[in-house]
């Protein structure tokens, strides 16, 4: 099992900036590729970008692309999501998921973080 473990979620205004930090624990071996997700209410789940652990290859929507920028720390076992420029349609609960395809798809995913609250005020 691999354990997934979120934090730096918060309250934030519009034009700021939060780093988000995925920690990953257990048979991490098992997984060579980490991803953030959001969901905000009353809508489904939505990829927002995706990485491997060496950092090369890097995926990211379009909404994001230019805003948010996707890291790993392979030696901590830790992921990381800095988000720059937040809009109010930021707004969601960001999980933490891991898997060994590159994909943007949710099925893709075998671990997954409780998920951290980021609001983003106008």
């Known amino acids: 099992q691999v354990q997934l473990v979120e934090s730096g979620g918060g309250l934030v205004q519009a034009g700021g900036s939060l780093r988000l930090s995925c920690a990953a624990s257990?048979?991490?071996?098992?997984?060579?590729?980490m991803g953030w997700f959001r969901q905000a209410p009353g809508k489904e789940r939505e990829f927002v970008a995706q990485?491997?652990?060496?950092?090369?290859?890097?995926n990211y929507a379009n909404s994001v692309k230019g805003r948010f920028a996707i890291s790993a720390d392979n030696v901590k076992n830790t992921m990381y999501l800095q988000m720059s420029s937040l809009e109010p349609e930021d707004t969601a609960v960001y999980y933490c998921?891991?898997?060994?395809?590159?994909?943007?798809?949710?099925?893709?995913?075998?671990?997954w973080g409780q998920g951290t609250q980021v609001t983003v005020s106008s």
């Open positions: 990485t491997d652990w060496t950092g090369d290859h890097t």
């Open positions: 998921a891991a898997g060994s395809t590159l994909s943007n798809a949710e099925r893709n995913y075998y671990y």
């Open positions: 257990g048979r991490t071996w098992r997984t060579t590729v």
